[in-house]
């Protein structure tokens, strides 16, 4: 059982230093530098820890199979959040996370996940 426990621990003490090093190092264009001054300016909503887990608190996955979300239009991903939770877009795990979070909330985290400074696609974890 610890063991178990382990392995699928694991991957994330493995992956979580190599996407850290992504959002930092990223080559200083002025998208990217607008983006990190964007997101200097704004507060983490409360919410963030719901997510933060499987989309990381700065909006790169933490596991394959997760969506990136920093840098995405804010637009499109307060869509995304509104579809899981209606159920449009039928996906349960997404609809749960969503649960406890309301319009205004998905907003805040649409803002910020926007603002987050994308990573690069090669070292994107899809
Ligand atoms: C248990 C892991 C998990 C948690 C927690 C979670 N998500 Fe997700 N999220 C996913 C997965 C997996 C997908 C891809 C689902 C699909 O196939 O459409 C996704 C998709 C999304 C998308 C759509 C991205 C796109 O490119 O279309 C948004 C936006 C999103 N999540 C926001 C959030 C927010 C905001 C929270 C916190 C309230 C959250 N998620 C919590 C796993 C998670």
Not at 24 to 30: D, E, F
Not at 49 to 56: N, P, Q, V
Not at 88 to 101: C, D
């Amino acid at each position: 059982m610890p063991l178990r426990l382990f392995s699928r621990i694991l991957p994330f003490a493995v992956t979580v230093p190599l996407l850290a090093a992504c959002s930092r190092g990223l080559p200083n264009s002025s998208g990217g530098s607008a983006n990190r001054e964007a997101a200097a300016e704004i507060h983490p909503p409360a919410q963030l820890g719901l997510c933060a887990a499987c989309h990381g608190s700065d909006g790169i996955a933490r596991q394959a199979g997760i969506p990136n979300l920093a840098g995405q239009h804010e637009a499109y991903l307060f869509q995304a959040m509104r579809e899981y939770k209606s159920g449009t877009r039928n996906v349960a795990l997404m609809r749960s996370a969503l649960g406890p979070i309301d319009g205004q909330q998905m907003r805040a985290l649409a803002h910020w996940y926007a603002a987050q400074p994308p990573c690069p696609e090669s070292m994107a974890t899809k």
